[in-house]
C-alpha cells in the first residue's frame, strides 16, 4: 500500500510539473490575461522555455522520466494483478482535471482547429475554401502556425468545434479551454471504453490494457497537452466497436462514419468491418485477438501514410496505441509501440532544446526517428529469437 501510495504521488506531482511546464512555451506573440500579475508570471515562464533552452529541456526531461517510471511501474503491477478499479477511478479522472487547462505546448494545431471554426461562426465563410490568411486583420495570425492551408479534416470534427466557437462569441480564452475539454473528455470517453471492451472481451486483462493506454506519457501529452483532434476520432471509434458488441449495429455504424468524419484515418479498419460482416453471415465466432492485432498494424500503415505525406508527428502514434491496448501482452505490439512511445517524446524534447525552427532541427529530429525505428526492429527481433531458443 504505501508502494501505491508514493507510485499515485509521484505521477500526480510529476502532472503537476508539467502543467506549470506548459506555460513555459505560451508564444511569445500570445498573452492569455492581461492581469498585470499573470503577466508577469507568464514572461518569467517563457523566459524559461525561450530564453533558458538548456534548463528547460532538462526540466522536461525529468519530467518525462518520471512519468515512464510510473507507467512502467503500474503495467508492471497491473500485469500482477496489484491494481484495484478503484486506482483507476481516481488517477484517470485526476489527469484530465490537471492537465486539461495545461498550455498546448509542444503543438499549434489546436490554434488551427479554432480558427477553421471561427471561419464559419465569425467571418461566415466556409473553411473547406478559405484559409486564415485570407483573414490579416485577425489578431490569431500573430501566433498561429499553417496559416496557408484550408480545413483539412472531416465534416464531424466541425460539427463538433462550430458550437463551441459560437459559444466563445470570439474571446479566445473561454474558447481555447472549451477546446481543450473537449479532448480531455475524449480521452475519459477513449479510457472508459477500452475498459468497457476489455471488460467484455478480455477481463482478465482489463487493468493491464487500460493502463497501457491511459498513463502512456505520449498518450497524456498528445490528448490533453497538446490537444490533437485524433482523441476525438478514437473515441468515436471506440465507442462505435463498444456498441458492435452491444449488437447494436446501425448505433455502431453511425459512429464509425461519425470517427471517420473527424479526421479519415479510421477509415483504415473497412477491412475490418467487412470481415466481422463475412463472419457473421458464416456464424462463426469472432477471435477479437487477431481483429484487434489485425487492427495495429492496419493503424501502423496510417502512420507511415501521413509521414509519407509530410513528416512523422508523434501525435501519430495515438491511433495505434488505442489498438495496441487490447493487446499489450503480444511482444510484437508492446515493444514497437513502448519504443514509438519513448522515442515520440524525445522529439519533444528536441522541440524544446532548439525549437522546430532551428537550423539543425530537421537532422536531430531525422537521427531521432531513425534511432527508433532501429531499437524497436531490434528488440523485437532479439525477443523473437530469445523466445524460439526458450522453445527448443
Not at 468497457?196 to 477481463?203: T, Y
Request: proline share 5%; charged share 10%.
Amino acid at each position: 500500500m504505501k508502494k501505491l501510495w508514493l507510485l499515485s504521488a509521484s505521477y500526480v506531482t510529476a502532472l503537476i510539473v508539467l502543467f506549470f511546464y506548459s506555460f513555459t512555451q505560451v508564444d511569445l506573440s500570445l498573452t492569455l490575461s492581461r492581469a498585470s500579475i499573470y503577466q508577469t508570471i507568464e514572461k518569467n515562464f517563457q523566459y524559461i522555455g525561450f530564453f533558458q533552452r538548456p534548463l528547460s529541456s532538462e526540466i522536461f526531461t525529468i519530467i518525462l522520466l518520471v512519468l515512464f517510471a510510473c507507467y512502467i511501474l503500474t503495467l508492471y503491477l497491473s500485469l500482477k494483478n496489484k491494481l484495484n478499479l478503484k486506482y483507476f477511478k481516481i488517477l484517470i479522472p485526476v489527469t484530465f482535471i490537471i492537465l486539461v487547462f495545461s498550455y498546448n505546448a509542444f503543438s499549434y494545431d489546436l490554434f488551427n482547429y479554432i480558427f477553421d471554426a471561427k471561419i464559419i461562426t465569425h467571418y461566415a465563410q466556409n473553411p473547406y475554401i478559405h484559409k486564415a490568411s485570407d483573414f490579416p486583420g485577425d489578431p490569431m495570425l500573430n501566433f498561429m502556425r499553417w496559416t496557408h492551408r484550408t480545413y483539412p479534416y472531416g465534416p464531424t470534427w466541425l460539427l463538433l468545434t462550430v458550437p463551441l466557437s459560437f459559444l466563445g462569441m470570439n474571446i479566445f480564452l473561454p474558447t481555447f479551454f472549451m477546446f481543450k475539454i473537449l479532448m480531455g473528455l475524449s480521452y475519459l470517453g477513449s479510457c472508459y471504453f477500452i475498459y468497457k471492451i476489455s471488460d467484455k472481451l478480455f477481463p482478465e486483462n482489463k487493468f493491464i490494457n487500460l493502463s497501457f493506454f491511459a498513463f502512456n506519457p505520449l498518450v497524456i501529452i498528445e490528448s490533453l497537452v497538446s490537444a490533437h483532434n485524433d482523441i476525438p476520432m478514437i473515441f468515436l471509434f471506440l465507442l462505435s466497436v463498444y456498441l458492435y458488441l452491444m449488437r447494436k449495429r446501425i448505433a455502431s455504424g453511425i459512429f464509425y462514419l461519425l470517427s471517420v468524419g473527424v479526421k479519415f484515418s479510421t477509415g483504415v479498419f473497412v477491412p475490418i468491418i467487412f470481415y466481422l460482416m463475412y463472419l457473421e453471415k458464416i456464424k462463426k465466432k469472432v477471435d477479437w485477438e487477431k481483429i484487434f492485432i489485425y487492427s495495429f498494424f492496419l493503424s501502423l500503415l496510417t502512420v507511415i501514410l501521413a509521414s509519407v505525406r509530410t513528416t512523422y508527428q508523434p501525435w501519430y502514434m495515438l491511433l495505434p496505441l488505442s489498438m495496441a491496448s487490447f493487446v499489450p501482452k503480444k511482444y510484437y505490439v508492446f515493444i514497437p509501440s513502448a519504443a514509438a512511445s519513448l522515442f515520440s517524446t524525445f522529439i519533444y524534447i528536441a522541440y524544446v532544446y532548439m525549437t522546430d525552427y532551428a537550423k539543425g532541427y530537421p537532422f536531430v529530429i531525422f537521427n531521432i526517428e531513425v534511432a527508433g525505428v532501429i531499437v524497436l526492429i531490434v528488440l523485437t527481433s532479439f525477443y523473437f529469437l530469445w523466445q524460439n531458443l526458450l522453445r527448443r
